[in-house]
């Protein structure tokens, strides 16, 4: 029990040490993709250095739950690909621990990691994602640090155009400066001229105090109010100008109270209430609407039983076409607009209710969508742990190489499926939960079924194993390749195999005239017959008995005879199954029948060709044989 106990101990160990290095590089990677999105907000701000921790920080808090599932799959697949490189995996079996004992003690860890996830996402996660987005349109808010350009047109001031043609950065002076102030209107601009200027902050970070020397002023005088064709201007030579430029550069930040209501800054609990509250809310709008659309526009008048039976009897029907071409021309025109205006009123009112309901909806969905998703992110690290600890065991890699490139290739295929699934689900083409869930849904039989394989010792990456397969499929054979033996403990008995290769041929005759192997085969009796060829298996056996026994001769003209006798295929001409009702099946079904029809008939030939390949090969060993003994 306490040898158990190590065990336990040191796979623990292994896993944590790994784990938190991959975690730190997952976040570090997702907080460089979240940073290149809002690079925008943070470039040429001027930015403190406390205002740049908070971003990074809120960002970390709020990317930990993404992080996570693919931490945890890279680090399963090196520690359990080092465990297989460095046969301890091979240790612990041997000792009689298979891999779901040794996958045990991780497999509480992982589901602590889970929790810790769902804490992060229903606890911590909104209220980070409240601050950081916060932050963040604090920072769209700031104004841009003062950089002016030379030889261009600096408009990063409210009102203003700046053109400095050079400038000193030492000293800070401005040469052959140029400024359009549009702050009075276009028409009424000020454009300033100088031959020199100097621009420093005020003490509070509000105004721009801007200093010129030895230029002009030219201001418009024309208002509003005047009309006339010569517009008086105003000029103005100055040696020294001083004026301040609003332009407040202080961070102000925004309190994040402001952004509570938003689907992203809400727990669980809060997501449920706000998805009934809204559900509840945008049905009865949606009755309401249903219910107006209903109504009649008109009051019907009150008439008595009798009056109504009367007016009943003398209602006649109402040609609206003839009523219609009776009227001037002016009265259709007026009753065409007023019918035109209507149905545009109506079609507004339609179009208005239409998108309140419609945003509702999404409003919903996206509610639906944030509380699943914290179940399902949760799970997706007990997920990815049943999907790396296995592949490890299996490919015995450890290291930086093959496990990183697995574990990028199943976090792409995982996130397609999830972002797919997402956005069907938000779009409404899909139920909300099965759009969420589907990523989850693909990949938890792929874990089941890898740890089955893993743990019952399962090559499920043996390549040669899947080529042979495919290659049975297809009908693809090796070639023999037999070559002289450097060492051979026993020369064939020639006269045996002389006697063998007399026999080998009289099957193969034999089999080709009763058989009738290379004829259009009988439809029925393919699918019908369950019955193994016997006499072909017995052919194969005497063929590679011959070629075993002559595979130790010296001699070079046999073994380069050897290399000619093909590799028997002994069931692919007979039925499809050995199981009848599988014949049966395949029979019935005729686009599947005809299939294997043409296969049966192909191979059938084949085998033909191979008989008298066979025949023609021993033939020429008989001679051979018979000269060597």
Request: proline letters at 3%; a positive charge; charged letters at 20%.
């Amino acid at each position: 029990m306490l040898r158990i106990k190590k065990l336990y101990l040191f796979v623990i160990k292994s896993f944590l040490m790994l784990f938190v290095g991959t975690f730190l590089v997952c976040l570090f990677i997702f907080m460089m993709q979240f940073l290149w999105q809002k690079i925008e907000t943070l470039v040429g701000k001027g930015l403190e250095i406390g205002v740049l921790a908070q971003f990074f920080f809120y960002s970390a808090l709020m990317l930990i739950p993404m992080s996570l599932p693919l931490a945890i799959l890279l680090a399963t697949l090196i520690t359990f690909g080092n465990f297989g490189e460095r046969c301890e995996l091979l240790a612990m079996k041997a000792a009689g621990i298979p891999l779901i004992k040794v996958m045990r003690p991780l497999v509480v860890v992982v589901i602590f990691i889970s929790g810790l996830s769902f804490y992060f996402q229903n606890v911590i996660g909104p209220r980070a994602t409240t601050e950081l987005y916060a932050l963040i349109f604090s920072m769209k808010q700031k104004s841009p640090e003062l950089e002016i350009p030379e030889g261009a047109f600096y408009h990063e001031l409210d009102g203003y155009n700046l053109y400095v043609q050079k400038k000193n950065k030492e000293t800070g002076m401005l040469y052959d400066v140029m400024i359009y102030n549009f702050s009075d209107g276009f028409e009424n601009a000020h454009i300033i001229v100088a031959d020199s200027g100097r621009m420093e902050m005020t003490a509070d970070k509000k105004y721009l105090n801007l200093h010129l020397y030895s230029g002009e002023q030219f201001e418009n005088l024309k208002t509003q109010s005047m009309a006339q064709k010569n517009v008086p201007y105003r000029r103005e030579s100055f040696r020294e100008k001083h004026s301040l430029i609003e332009f407040d550069a202080n961070f102000n930040q925004m309190d994040a109270s402001t952004l509570s209501n938003q689907a992203a800054a809400k727990g669980m609990a809060e997501l449920g209430h706000s998805i009934d509250s809204m559900t509840a809310r945008f049905d009865s709008i949606g009755r309401s609407y249903y219910t107006d659309s209903r109504k009649v526009t008109y009051k019907k008048p009150e008439l008595s039983a009798v009056d109504s039976t009367k007016l009943q009897a003398q209602m006649q029907p109402i040609n609206l076409d003839s009523l219609f071409r009776v009227q001037s021309h002016k009265k259709r025109e007026q009753l065409v607009q007023a019918a035109l205006s209507r149905v545009q009123t109506q079609s507004s009112d339609l179009s208005m209710k239409s998108y309140i309901t419609s945003d509702g909806d999404k409003n919903i969905r996206r509610h639906q969508k944030l509380w699943w998703e914290k179940i399902t992110l949760s799970l997706a690290c007990i997920v990815f742990f049943f999907i790396g600890a296995p592949l490890g065991a299996i490919i015995r890699k450890g290291g930086l190489g093959m496990p990183v490139v697995i574990s990028v290739v199943l976090f792409i295929f995982y996130y397609l499926i999830e972002n797919t699934g997402s956005k069907m689900a938000r779009e409404g083409e899909l139920q909300m939960w099965f759009g969420v869930w589907v990523s989850t849904m693909v990949l938890a039989p792929l874990g089941a079924w890898l740890t089955y394989k893993a743990n019952g010792d399962s090559v499920v990456f043996n390549i040669d194993a899947y080529k042979g397969f495919f290659m049975k499929l297809f009908g693809i054979r090796s070639k023999r390749h037999i070559f002289k033996k450097e060492v051979i403990i026993e020369d064939p008995d020639y006269p045996q195999v002389y006697s063998q290769l007399k026999t080998l041929c009289q099957q193969c005759k034999t089999y080709t005239t009763q058989e009738g192997i290379g004829r259009i085969p009988n439809y029925l009796h393919i699918f019908t017959r369950k019955k193994e060829d016997i006499a072909i298996q017995s052919i194969n056996n005497e063929l590679e008995g011959i070629v075993e026994i002559l595979s130790n001769s010296t001699d070079t003209q046999v073994l380069n005879a050897l290399n000619e006798y093909p590799i028997l295929s002994v069931n692919a001409h007979k039925s499809p199954s050995k199981l009848l009702w599988v014949n049966l099946l395949c029979g019935i079904v005729i686009p599947v029948g005809l299939i294997f029809y043409l296969r049966i008939w192909v191979f059938g030939h084949r085998l033909n060709k191979d008989l008298k390949r066979i025949v023609a090969t021993s033939e020429k060993l008989l001679i051979r044989a018979e000269e060597l003994s």
